[in-house]
């Protein structure tokens, strides 16, 4: 019999998972470059490409996908407005081995689908904007894709990957920084050292700065995404 002073026992076990990705710009069959964009916390998918929309080159397919776990936003309300308003996350701190690995699964599979769709071997690049960056950054250092550009936009990068892999897996790649002046996630001083730490991995990094908060900006967007466009 088991006593009440016993702790549960914690089991994990594989279980199918659908995931879902959102599509912008030219198809993967036409597509010349790809950029792969991961959403920050509580955003879906569809809402982060609404960012994009008129800033995308002709022969670019921008493609987001999305976080495997989705929540509702609000906290519980008697009426059933919480139910309004949903987001998705990558991972938690609660098993996040499991997320992680459960996260880079997913990646890989999205980019293999994408990739295996053109007819030509396209330019690829990776956007990662606030908690979409710890995942973008441990997904580089698992050496399945290698992108011409990674952006990091006002998140910080996973403390778990060793700087030399992150290094090799930036060897070939244009490193920028984004972060708007008004951004209250992310200090003016954070940004400053995150930018000394992308140096030391990739020492021709750039600092890119806006007037605006902790949100994308498409007239920021628009010419990192054409620099990848022949």
Known sequence: MTSSNDAPRLVTRATRKTG???????????????????????????????HFDGVVPPDTCIVAPEGLSRFYVDMPRGDGAHLQRVGATWMTREDREH??????????????????????????????????????????????VHPRAF?????GLANDVPADT??????????????GIHDTLMSAEQGEALHAQLQQLSPRAEYVTFEGAHHLERAVLAPLLARLSP
Do not use: M
């Open 99 to 144: 997320d992680i690995a459960d996260a880079l699964y997913w990646l890989d599979t999205v980019h293999d689908d994408i990739v295996g769709a053109c007819q030509q071997a396209p330019t690829i690049g990776v956007l990662a904007f606030s908690q979409g960056v710890a995942t973008a950054t441990r997904w580089l250092a698992s050496g399945t």
């Open 20 to 50: 879902r990705y959102a599509l912008l710009g030219a198809s993967p069959e036409e597509a010349r470059v790809v950029w792969f964009v991961l959403h920050g916390y509580a955003q879906l998918a569809p809402r982060f490409l609404r």
């Open 151 to 155: 952006v990091v936009w006002a998140g």
């Open 166 to 179: 992150l290094r090799a897996a930036l060897a070939e790649s244009q490193v920028v920084l984004v972060r």
